[in-house]
């Protein structure tokens, strides 16, 4: 088993990243490849504008990443706070049971609670069980709010 690091996103990570990206994306989710252009415009964004978000990996000591988080940033008028939405956690498929999914998810919450935000959401699908076991290990609280969406 090797180490794994979780840190901050970085400039020289782009090409990896893009790479766990698509992984995520297109294998994990079955959604169509974006392209390479977009992605890396998106990851440029956030580093560029961390006010609107911020990108955690995790990185193996031979400097492969293995896994990514990506927080957005918006506001909470109820708490007149800002509040974090925990959109993508992903962890290569090798590297899963290492707990490295969980050394994400508290990263990420050690971030928004570090940073005074109000509070931390998510969502995942009803059938991925993977993902709930570990947000209810985390002592995670379902919600009652239905999720609605326009395209």
Same mark, same amino acid.
């Given at each position: ?7 901050? #996103? ?31 415009? !998106? ?16 990185? #193996?000591? #031979? ?7 990506? !927080? ?31 050394? !994400? ?26 993902a709930q076991k ?18």
């Amino acid at each position: 088993m090797e180490t794994v690091n979780i840190r901050t #996103t970085t400039k020289d990570d782009i090409p990896q990243l893009f790479e766990l990206m698509n992984q995520y994306i297109v294998d994990f989710y079955k959604c169509p490849r974006p392209s390479e252009d977009s992605l890396k415009k !998106l990851i440029n964004h956030l580093l560029e504008n961390p006010y609107e978000g911020i990108q955690f990996v995790a990185e #193996t000591e #031979t400097n492969r990443l293995v896994g990514f988080a990506t !927080l957005y940033f918006t506001f909470n008028t109820l708490e007149v706070k800002r509040m974090a939405f925990l959109y993508d956690l992903f962890v290569t498929p090798n590297i899963r049971g290492q707990k490295v999914g969980e050394r !994400l998810f508290n990263t990420c919450l050690s971030y928004v609670r570090e940073n005074d935000y109000s509070h931390m959401i998510w969502e995942t699908a009803h059938d991925n069980e993977v993902a709930q076991k570990l947000y209810d290990k985390m002592r995670a609280k379902k919600q009652v709010w239905l999720n609605y969406e326009i395209k």
